[in-house]
């Protein structure tokens, strides 16, 4: 086995239990140190891949330093040294994402959405399950069939939907960190969710991808485990 190590995480529902708040969502007290661990350690690089944007991650982590982080599922990318990339988007879908916008408003959506680069998000957890439902189909009702030609697309998540750009997804994301990292490395990518599914699929043939999830379901994952005992005994002996 190589000795160089790429460790990738999902940030909630993987290092940080759900929050209703989500701005009250901290990483598992446990997690932290863990976090410093890796990251002191020369031959792990550490990286989070979260659909939240990288000034929301800032807020959350308390490590000694940052590890890397790609936001907005890759669309945001801070590096170690502190350079921060963002992907560019056509004029088309621009347009599209401040037509939803205004809609947004218009709708008294605010409350419930989150604004990003590549989107926005739609928030329910916590909701009754039918007006949850309530606000899943005025959104596609909406914007089905207006999205289609503008590069966007619906994402369900665990607690909502995403409308964002089509072509920008965590599964993108691993591939570019697999590009650079051209000599012998093992790779983990570790999510919860389904807009992980991409990742996992492309780390098929490269390394170990893990399913984080209180309870099993079907998934590109290898293999399965419970927050936070599992994912701390894990990390533990990846370490």
């Known amino acids: 086995m190589s000795s160089k190590r790429v460790i990738m995480f999902d940030y909630d529902g993987t290092l940080a239990p759900f929050k209703q708040q989500r701005d009250q969502a ?19 690089r550490t990286i989070i891949i979260s659909g939240r944007t990288i000034d929301s ?45 205004r809609w947004i408003v ?46 966007l697309s619906f994402h369900d998540f665990d607690g909502g939907i995403e409308i964002k750009i089509d072509s920008i997804n965590k599964g993108n994301a691993v591939s570019a960190i697999l590009n650079e990292n051209k000599e012998k490395c093992y790779f983990c990518y570790m999510g919860d969710d389904i807009t992980d599914e991409d990742a996992f699929a492309k780390l098929k043939g490269h390394g170990l991808s893990v399913l984080v999830n209180s309870s099993p379901r079907e998934t590109k994952a290898d293999i399965w485990i419970k927050p936070p005992e599992e994912l701390i005994e894990f990390l533990h002996y990846w370490l």
């Open 57 to 101: 991650l800032k807020k959350l982590l308390s490590t000694k330093t940052l590890p890397e982080l790609w936001g907005c599922h890759g669309m945001e990318r801070l590096s170690l040294d502190g350079k921060y990339t963002v992907v560019k988007i056509d004029n088309k879908t621009k347009e599209k994402l401040s037509e939803i916008r």
């Open 26 to 44: 901290y990483p598992y007290p446990e997690i932290i140190p863990l976090l410093n661990k890796l990251m002191e350690s020369a031959k792990n």
């Open 106 to 151: 218009d709708q008294h959506f605010d409350h419930i959405t989150e604004k990003k680069p590549s989107g926005f998000a739609f928030h329910w957890r916590g909701f009754r399950e039918d007006k949850a439902q309530e606000i899943r189909n005025k959104v596609i009702k909406k914007w089905l069939e207006e999205i289609k030609s503008s590069g």
